[in-house]
Each structure stands twice: as C-alpha cells, then as structure tokens.
C-alpha cells in the first residue's frame, strides 16, 4: 500500500513569508508525528496527534508554528512569517495505533524548507 | 527529559566487512524502546532494529544486530556482510514505553546520526 506521503518535497520561501507542509499518513493509522531535521542532525520532535486531538504540542519551538489535522487524517504545518532558523527537513510519521508500545513509526520522504 | 549520543559522525567499512556502530542514552525511565533507523541519501526515514528494554535478548533482523547494554545504557548496531547499500545516515533513537502512563505519547529522541559508507 501507499506509504506516507508529503508535499511539497522542496519549498523555497522568503523571510517573512507563511508557508503550509502537508502531510498524507497510511490510511487508517491513528497517530500522526511532526519532526524537524536541521542539516547534518538528528530529527526532533515538534508536535503529536491521536485522530483530530493534537495532544502534544510541546516541541513546536514559537507560535509561529502551528499544526493540525481537522479529521484525523491529513495533516497540515503552518510557520507564519518564516525566518532563516527555519530552514531544515520536516518529517511526518504516522502509526496504526496509539503511539506506545512496539508500534512502528513511519516516515514520510519530508519537505526541506529553505528560508532565505 | 532523554538524550541519546551518538560518538561516530562518520564511518566507514569495505564490502562484505563487519561495522558496529555505537549509541549511548541517558534515562531515568525504566521501561523504554530503543530503535536503529536508517535514512538513504532519499531522505526516507526507514526502521532497521528495535529493541524493548525489558528483554535481554539481543535482537536481529537479518544482517542486523544489536548489543543492548542496559545497566550501561548502551546501544551499539552490527552490521555484518556489509553491502552498498547500506550506505546511509544511522540514527539511534529512544523511545518511553507509553503504556507505562506519563505523557510521552511514544515521540522519538534521536541521537545525531553516523553516515555510513560501504566502499566497494
């Protein structure tokens, strides 16, 4: 089956200008992941949803981030008014089931922002 | 909070070869997960290992095993008979068994990554 899909895969964005990432899980897989992967590092973890409840968001680093997932299923990342410390690779990750446990989590290709 | 470190920004290993690459974490969970991915230069994150802490078995997927030390709070990967395509950046990562209660709600703490290059 389809794996997990983002989009757009590259976007260039100038300082100050808002941008959205999306993010397609696995049909059905109930939880949902942002992570941010500056160049050269190991990702980092920005915000969590179970379905349509985004019930940590204690890694987003401003509040000019915001993410959401209406009905449980795609989800969208917003940066507002972007700066340079933005740029990296956004990955998504969903799971079948509540995120405990042995359950896998999988990855979406990412969507590297540049901010310039 | 956890941290994981990873000591070797680079490595490097002939065809066929045997690498071990290593990862330490620091916890004060007691029941907790502990994986190995791989990321291509595609950039798709892909699980190679895991391992649940409680168990003292060492685990193995094929060409892939890992030595799990838990009193030392160790993590090192093998990977045997080496092939070019294993050319990738290696992330350990840690994860807090959520069932456990708290509210990790499973997020991953990666350590910083080794790439790793097969050479023919």
């Known amino acids: 089956g389809a794996g997990v899909s983002q989009s757009p895969r590259y976007k260039v964005a100038k300082r100050g200008q808002d941008v959205a990432l999306r993010c397609d899980p696995i049909?059905?897989?109930?939880?949902l992941f942002w992570y941010q992967q500056a160049l050269g590092q190991g990702p980092e973890f920005l915000t969590y949803?179970?379905?349509?409840?985004?019930?940590?968001k204690s890694g987003l680093p401003s509040d000019r981030f915001f993410a959401e997932r209406p009905e449980g299923s795609v989800s969208t990342l917003k940066i507002q008014r972007t700066q340079q410390e933005d740029s990296a690779v956004y990955l998504c990750?969903?799971?079948?089931?509540?995120?405990?446990?042995?359950?896998?989590?999988?990855f979406g290709p990412g969507t590297r922002l540049l901010v310039l | 909070a956890q941290t994981v470190t990873q000591s070797q920004p680079e490595m490097s290993v002939q065809e066929a070869e045997t690498v071990t690459l290593s990862c330490t974490y620091d916890?004060?969970?007691?029941?907790?997960?502990l994986f190995w991915y791989k990321q291509p230069p595609s950039r798709q994150m892909i699980l190679v290992i895991r391992?649940?802490?409680?168990?003292?078995q060492n685990a193995t997927e094929n060409r892939f095993s890992v030595n799990f030390q838990k009193a030392a709070k160790s993590f090192s990967l093998k990977i045997s008979d080496s092939q070019l395509g294993d050319t990738a950046m290696y992330f350990c990562?840690?994860?807090?068994?959520?069932?456990?209660?708290?509210?990790?709600?499973?997020?991953?703490?990666f350590g910083q990554g080794t790439i790793l290059t097969v050479h023919p």
């Open positions: 949803f179970q379905n349509e409840a985004q019930l940590d």
């Open positions: 990750a969903s799971s079948p089931r509540l995120a405990g446990g042995r359950e896998t989590q999988y």
């Open positions: 049909s059905g897989h109930v939880s």
């Open positions: 990562a840690f994860r807090p068994d959520a069932n456990a209660g708290g509210t990790s709600y499973g997020k991953l703490t």
């Open positions: 916890t004060s969970e007691s029941n907790y997960y």
């Open positions: 391992q649940e802490a409680y168990k003292q």
